[in-house]
């Protein structure tokens, strides 16, 4: 009889459906099934609409309970999900199903994994949240981690370093990276734009992306240098704040964009602006070749560890305005930080993360 392996995440979101296709067709070789499990989006991913409608996704139901400024989620989940030979779950306290089922589980001594970042980074955490996390962390058998300091942070809470596994998180960029060799793509007014200096920026338009201050960052770097506009791609609950902004000389907004959008400014963009947390977009901009312009924030996403000063621009907090003035009167440091971004896509591969799920999940089956 097959195996059975559960994943369960808090939505269907689309820059996840290659990863879980591909690791169902790997574990399907080896006579194991595997099943991904999602809730609903809510506070800003809700505002994204990247929802996945992708069948290798199975919805299910959710309760949502508002406490303060925070939201805790309680997920009616069916029974092959807690009797799962293997069960991965998303490792955030939020989720009041995962209580249950890691004691559930316990009893059943049935093995369970947590993948994350250790603990919480993105944003400040108490002191119960940590203690939670550790909880949750001495009662698994196995862990996920998304970057290397991922691994180290989850050690300080209990995890075991030899019962886990590095992804590197990524994405499948396949699709941009052809559309940027065809030497294809287009966006609104791009005949305009071609004379100027641009900084890009495509993602969500929220609050943990700090878009606030990329305008006002955006506005002082023109002020000096009139050749400089922003061109910002992506949607979320501070669109009215791009949109005002893009009244102005110095920014465009594109709305939503596609990997057609992304292979023009590819060719015609110099640099990636992330006044705020940097994430996922850090893969985004290897491929576009356009090396990344963010500060030195507290509340970065693990995918922050893959820059460095050889493959982006880091300010000090405060500073970011007067660092890509520095950028745009020194080509040639420009030049090679654009080289060395685009050889470092080779280094996160999806191809690769792919792999390591896989023998992730088969070592942690193994060792029960």
Request: proline share 4%.
């Amino acid at each position: 009889m097959a195996k059975k392996v559960a994943i369960v995440q808090p939505y269907a979101s689309r820059y996840r459906e290659s990863l879980f296709r591909s690791l169902s067709a790997r574990l399907a070789a080896g006579d194991t099934d595997l099943e991904v499990f999602a809730g609903s989006p809510t506070g800003v991913e809700s505002q994204r609409k990247d929802a996945s409608t992708d069948e290798i996704f199975t919805a299910v139901r959710q309760t949502v309970i508002p406490l303060g400024e925070r939201r805790l989620v309680f997920r009616w989940l069916p029974r092959r999900v807690w009797d799962a030979d293997l069960l991965i779950l998303e490792q955030a306290t939020r989720n009041l199903d995962t209580y249950l089922l890691l004691l559930w589980r316990q009893v059943t001594r049935r093995p369970t994994a947590f993948w994350g970042h250790g603990h919480t980074i993105t944003s400040a955490q108490s002191t119960l949240e940590r203690r939670l996390q550790a909880w949750m962390l001495r009662r698994s058998q196995w862990f996920f981690a998304y970057t290397p300091r991922s691994l180290e942070r989850a050690v300080l809470l209990g995890a075991c370093s030899r019962k886990a596994v590095v992804l590197n998180n990524t994405y499948d960029s396949s699709a941009l990276r052809e559309a940027i060799g065809s030497a294809a793509g287009s966006v609104a007014e791009g005949d305009q734009l071609k004379e100027r200096w641009i900084g890009v920026y495509i993602g969500g338009l929220d609050h943990t992306k700090r878009i606030d201050y990329l305008l006002q960052v955006a506005a002082e770097v023109h002020k000096r240098d009139p050749r400089f506009i922003l061109v910002i791609g992506g949607r979320g609950e501070d669109e009215s704040l791009v949109r005002a902004a893009a009244t102005r000389p110095w920014c465009h907004y594109l709305g939503p964009v596609g990997n057609s959008e992304k292979a023009w400014l590819s060719r015609h963009a110099k640099v990636s602006l992330i006044a705020g947390r940097v994430g996922l977009a850090a893969i985004d901009s290897f491929e576009m070749g356009l090396p990344v312009v963010c500060e030195a924030w507290q509340y970065h996403a693990p995918e922050f560890e893959y820059l460095s000063e050889e493959n982006a621009f880091i300010a000090s907090p405060g500073e970011m305005s007067e660092l890509v003035g520095r950028v745009m009167g020194d080509p040639n440091r420009l030049r090679s930080v654009r080289d060395n971004a685009r050889a470092s896509a080779e280094a996160y591969s999806h191809a690769r993360m792919v792999e390591r799920f896989h023998s992730g999940i088969t070592a942690a089956m193994a060792a029960g």
